[in-house]
């Protein structure tokens, strides 16, 4: 019983280091606010084009080398992630959390919700 319990307690804390968490547009913006902020769009060029959050950087989900130019950035310092509507930036979240990456806020709304 006691092998059950230590075995639960490990499995919580292995899932809520990977965590990453969902965030709303109004505390993305406080977040975009932190020393350090790294604003990440996860969209297609073709998306990017018609418009982005000031300040972010592109890297495209979809790209064979999204990991590779993903690990790039500071992963000591939070990364603030989106996309078009939730999806990728959620996916592109938990992929940053198991790279290592200790601060991770998805946008809730992607950007559509955002210039909305």
């Known amino acids: 019983m006691k092998n059950l319990a230590l075995s639960f307690v490990l499995l919580f804390i292995s899932l809520?280091?990977?965590?990453?968490?969902?965030?709303?547009?109004?505390?993305?913006?406080?977040?975009?606010?932190e020393k350090g902020a790294q604003i990440l769009d996860v969209r297609t060029a073709e998306e990017v084009a018609e418009g982005k959050i000031e300040g972010s950087i592109n890297i495209d989900y979809f790209s064979p080398t999204f990991l590779e130019n993903v690990s790039k950035l500071d992963k000591s310092k939070p990364?603030?992630?989106?996309?078009?509507?939730?999806?990728?930036s959620l996916s592109a979240a938990k992929d940053l959390k198991k790279a290592g990456f200790k601060k991770v806020y998805d946008l809730q709304t992607g950007y559509d919700g955002w210039k909305e």
Do not use: D, H, W
């Open 16 to 33: 809520t280091a990977f965590a990453q968490k969902r965030v709303s547009n109004e505390e993305f913006k406080a977040l975009m606010k």
């Open 79 to 88: 990364v603030l992630i989106y996309c078009a509507a939730g999806g990728r």
